[in-house]
């Protein structure tokens, strides 16, 4: 009996993390971002944005439970596997892709702590030229100031705080609406 507890407690979450995963996944992909809050509609600018998404999430999930920090941590594994999935379809050979994949968990762990420090002060100019260096990295249009969207982050981050732990412990955690 004790042996399938020890294998059966990440397939416990499975059905959790991809259910999750899809929720965070679909709130990065809603068509507000790229049209109306200068999220650029390409391969890059949607790494951008599910990075932006997750990591208001994993601020919220820093502070849960054990097992909100573990569904956490799978959805880590997730992302990154997804990020694999897609440098392969885009024709990157075998051996690049390790150096790339590297180079890809470089960025997100580098906006990680950088979003977290000006989110962490509630700073939304701070966080708003921290995503343009990011999202726009040459383009120095003083009108593209991403204002939008640190506004949308913070805002999403206070509402996700409110939240109980059992939405994160059953994968149902949902980021407001853009609009709102």
Do not use: C, W
């Not at 790229?34 to 994993?58: N, Q």
């Not at 439970?65 to 075998?94: K, P, T, Y």
């Not at 981050?157 to 109980?164: M, P, Q, S, T």
Request: glycine share 6%.
């Amino acid at each position: 009996m004790m042996i399938f507890r020890l294998f059966g407690r990440k397939n416990s979450n499975a059905a959790i993390v991809e259910r999750q995963y899809a929720i965070l996944t679909a709130a990065a992909r809603q068509p507000f971002f790229y049209t109306d809050l200068d999220v650029p509609d390409t391969v890059m600018g949607r790494f951008e944005m599910l990075s932006a998404v997750l990591i208001v999430y994993f601020r919220r999930t820093r502070s849960s439970a054990r097992s909100g920090q573990e569904i956490a941590q799978e959805i880590v594994d997730a992302f990154f596997e997804d990020v694999d999935h897609s440098i392969r379809e885009l024709g990157v050979g075998d051996v690049a892709v390790p150096k790339r994949m590297k180079k890809f968990a470089s960025m997100f762990y580098g906006r990680l702590e950088s979003y977290a420090a000006a989110m962490e002060k509630k700073d939304a100019e701070e966080l708003a030229a921290a995503l343009k260096r990011n999202f726009h990295p040459k383009n120095d249009d003083p009108s593209l100031t991403m204002a939008g969207l640190a506004s949308y982050l913070l805002l999403a981050e206070a509402e996700l705080a409110g939240l109980g732990e059992d939405i994160v412990e059953t994968g149902t955690l949902k980021l407001p609406a853009p609009q709102a």
